[in-house]
Nanobody
Framework: QVQLVESGGGLVQAGGSLRLSCTGSGRSFSSNTMGWFRQAPGKEREPVAAIGWNTYYHDSVKGRFTISRDNAKNAVFLQMNSLKPEDTAVYYC???????????????????WGQGTQVTVSS
């Protein structure tokens, strides 16, 4: 069974850091684009960052978040620094079954999703 499992969420004060991890099982994702999305209460799911041949970041997280991957571990990571209360959301890992240059993120292109991990940033 193909699965993505996120971990690393939690409660942190504004200005703090968290590192999210997403581990895949059931198949290799080395030829896939991997992405992180987030959804805050009452809001639509929005893109955060993705990694294919390049990395892509939503404007709201540029300079603060870093996405990386370890294909040997079938994992993708999201290092989040200088966290703000508006970063509070459930963060989802997702995979797109093609790899190439990433210039935007459309949730409909991502075919596998993790269950999400809660990130709460207190002011």
């Amino acid at each position: 069974q193909v699965q993505l499992v996120e971990s690393g969420g939690g409660l942190v004060q504004a200005g703090g850091s968290l590192r999210l991890s997403c581990t895949g099982s059931g198949r290799s994702f080395s030829s896939n684009t991997m992405g992180w999305f987030r959804q805050a209460p009452g809001k639509e799911r929005e893109p955060v960052a993705a990694i294919g041949w390049n990395t892509y970041y939503h404007d709201s997280v540029k300079g603060r978040f870093t996405i990386s991957r370890d294909n040997a571990k079938n994992a993708v990571f999201l290092q989040m620094n200088s966290l703000k209360p508006e970063d509070t959301a459930v963060y989802y890992c997702a995979t797109k079954p093609t790899i190439g240059g990433v210039y935007f993120m459309s949730p409909s292109e991502y075919t596998r999703w993790g269950q999400g991990t809660q990130v709460t940033v207190s002011s």
